[in-house]
């Protein structure tokens, strides 16, 4: 028989931790990366959104930035130990550090979000075994005699003076202020990057550190999940900029993980209600919980609009979702159909972590579970879907699929979405 995966060890030196800086342009192991060159899927580059980005005020951690990390072994979280997808991809973590570079040493203490979006693999000895260590996405930092992955000539040749500009920061040169020029970037989100980092002062800093629920600048970066599994084609918006153009200001955090409290008669607790209302001038969804789909404003169950499903589109969540605490989660909906064929169905899929596999927890098949149905009778199906969380299930991705004839121009409707939990202990 295949022996049990082995329980990682628990960190060591409390909760405190050590920390580099890098960039080295390479894809990376949570897939939170594009393609440079569209017919070459085997050199992904990182996306220029991983770069660390100024906090909304007021946040709820009272962190200065936002950014990414690559992560050592024992938060990577490998169990197939292939360096790629470890559960610990998307884990964020509240990291306070102080300056300590001469002249500005215990000057200034910051607090970062980091977002574990690459590996810092067991080559780096400060990565190796059971030590907790970040290597902060810096753009332009990365030093290139220790660099075990540098690409950034090959894949961003026209940044490249950029990605070399502080690279012997703090290296031939002990004064933090020689071996840095971040004006070299030519892109606003490397270069704010670049400043950001060097504001902070931090040469290879001990931190102290804490895991956190991500905040919502962070959770819709793209990497892997968020991108369907696979590198996109183009640039999707949160790849080529962590900043929202409609929304400069950046929106609320979400909280750290959820606390369960106030449940319904059933015994699950509310995690969030959908509606489908919050709509942008495209027609689009713009809410907080799924992805952009289209929306109807002519056929809905409640309010004014529901989310509509054609030929090719999935309705996802958007990020993954904190479920520490529950043992079971609950999926209500309602939807409808319109124009579907024999053979026609779609499914509620899942999974946990960053696996890459999709769980189908169900399929609903046109002709045998539902049928069609017109304006003059809006027949709106209500259905519920039971998740039990697996050992060790700590964030879940779940969304709609559907699968339709290659000429058919049916029509999915969702609507009045409840996702909910049941506390651990009460099942």
Same mark, same amino acid.
């Given at each position: 028989?295949?022996?049990?995966?082995?329980?990682?060890?628990?960190?060591?030196?409390?909760?405190?931790?050590?920390?580099?800086?890098?960039?080295?342009?390479?894809?990376?192991?949570?897939?939170?990366?594009?393609?440079?060159?569209?017919?070459?899927?085997?050199?992904?580059?990182?996306?220029?959104?991983?770069?660390?980005?100024?906090?909304?005020?007021?946040?709820?951690?009272?962190?200065?930035?936002?950014?990414?990390?690559?992560?050592?072994?024992?938060?990577?979280?490998?169990?197939?130990?292939?360096?790629?997808?470890?559960?610990?991809?998307?884990? %964020?973590?509240?990291?306070?550090?102080?300056?300590?570079?001469?002249?500005?040493?215990?000057?200034?203490?910051?607090?970062?979000?980091?977002?574990?979006?690459?590996? %810092?693999?067991?080559?780096?000895?400060? %990565?190796?075994?059971?030590?907790?260590?970040?290597?902060?996405?810096?753009?332009?930092?990365?030093?290139?005699?220790?660099?075990?992955?540098?690409?950034?000539?090959?894949?961003?040749?026209?940044?490249?003076?950029?990605?070399?500009?502080?690279?012997?920061?703090?290296?031939?040169?002990?004064?933090?202020?020689?071996?840095?020029?971040?004006?070299?970037?030519?892109?606003?989100?490397?270069?704010?990057?670049?400043?950001?980092?060097?504001?902070?002062?931090?040469?290879?800093?001990?931190?102290?550190?804490?895991?956190?629920?991500?905040?919502?600048?962070?959770?819709?970066?793209?990497?892997?999940?968020?991108?369907?599994?696979?590198?996109?084609?183009?640039?999707?918006?949160? %790849?080529?900029?962590?900043?929202?153009?409609?929304?400069?200001?950046?929106?609320?955090?979400?909280?750290?993980?959820?606390?369960?409290?106030?449940?319904?008669?059933?015994?699950?607790?509310?995690?969030?209600?959908?509606?489908?209302?919050?709509?942008?001038?495209?027609?689009?969804?713009?809410?907080?919980?799924?992805?952009?789909?289209?929306?109807?404003?002519?056929?809905?169950?409640?309010?004014?609009?529901?989310?509509?499903?054609?030929?090719?589109?999935?309705?996802?969540?958007?990020?993954?979702?904190?479920?520490?605490?529950?043992?079971?989660?609950?999926?209500?909906?309602?939807?409808?159909?319109?124009?579907?064929?024999?053979?026609?169905?779609?499914?509620?899929?899942?999974?946990?972590?960053?696996?890459?596999?999709?769980?189908?927890?169900?399929?609903?098949?046109?002709?045998?579970?539902?049928?069609?149905?017109?304006?003059?009778?809006?027949?709106?199906?209500?259905?519920?879907?039971?998740?039990?969380?697996?050992?060790?299930?700590?964030?879940?991705?779940?969304?709609?699929?559907?699968?339709?004839?290659?000429?058919?121009?049916?029509?999915?409707?969702?609507?009045?979405?409840?996702?909910?939990?049941?506390?651990?202990?009460?099942?």
């Amino acid at each position: 028989p295949t022996p049990p995966a082995p329980t990682p060890p628990a960190p060591t030196g409390g909760m405190t931790a050590t920390t580099t800086r890098y960039w080295d342009c390479s894809g990376g192991s949570c897939g939170c990366a594009y393609l440079p060159f569209p017919n070459d899927p085997s050199s992904p580059a990182h996306c220029y959104s991983n770069a660390m980005f100024s906090a909304p005020e007021n946040n709820a951690y009272g962190a200065k930035f936002y950014g990414t990390a690559a992560v050592s072994q024992i938060l990577f979280d490998d169990p197939n130990g292939d360096g790629w997808l470890g559960n610990g991809c998307g884990r %964020c973590y509240r990291v306070t550090g102080t300056s300590n570079t001469p002249g500005y040493e215990g000057n200034t203490a910051t607090t970062l979000v980091l977002k574990a979006a690459n590996y %810092c693999p067991p080559g780096n000895p400060l %990565c190796s075994g059971n030590k907790v260590h970040f290597d902060i996405a810096a753009p332009g930092f990365d030093v290139l005699a220790y660099s075990l992955s540098h690409a950034c000539p090959e894949l961003e040749s026209a940044e490249v003076e950029g990605f070399q500009a502080c690279s012997n920061w703090m290296i031939n040169n002990q004064d933090p202020n020689l071996n840095c020029d971040c004006s070299k970037f030519g892109d606003p989100i490397l270069r704010a990057g670049c400043e950001n980092f060097l504001s902070m002062q931090w040469d290879n800093a001990v931190v102290d550190y804490e895991e956190v629920g991500c905040p919502a600048e962070l959770d819709r970066l793209n990497c892997w999940e968020e991108n369907g599994d696979n590198y996109p084609l183009g640039i999707p918006e949160f %790849c080529a900029s962590n900043l929202d153009d409609n929304n400069p200001a950046p929106t609320p955090p979400v909280s750290a993980p959820p606390t369960v409290s106030s449940p319904v008669d059933d015994g699950y607790t509310e995690i969030f209600f959908e509606g489908f209302e919050t709509v942008d001038d495209d027609g689009k969804y713009d809410g907080n919980y799924f992805k952009a789909v289209k929306i109807n404003r002519e056929r809905f169950r409640t309010g004014t609009s529901a989310a509509q499903l054609n030929k090719e589109k999935k309705l996802l969540t958007k990020g993954k979702r904190d479920v520490r605490g529950f043992s079971t989660l609950k999926i209500h909906f309602f939807y409808r159909s319109r124009k579907l064929q024999d053979a026609d169905s779609f499914k509620f899929e899942y999974k946990f972590n960053g696996s890459a596999e999709w769980t189908v927890a169900r399929e609903w098949i046109f002709d045998t579970d539902f049928e069609n149905s017109s304006d003059g009778n809006p027949l709106w199906y209500e259905e519920t879907v039971i998740i039990t969380i697996p050992d060790g299930g700590r964030k879940i991705l779940f969304r709609f699929s559907k699968f339709f004839n290659e000429v058919n121009n049916g029509q999915l409707y969702f609507d009045d979405v409840t996702f909910s939990g049941m506390a651990s202990g009460n099942a």
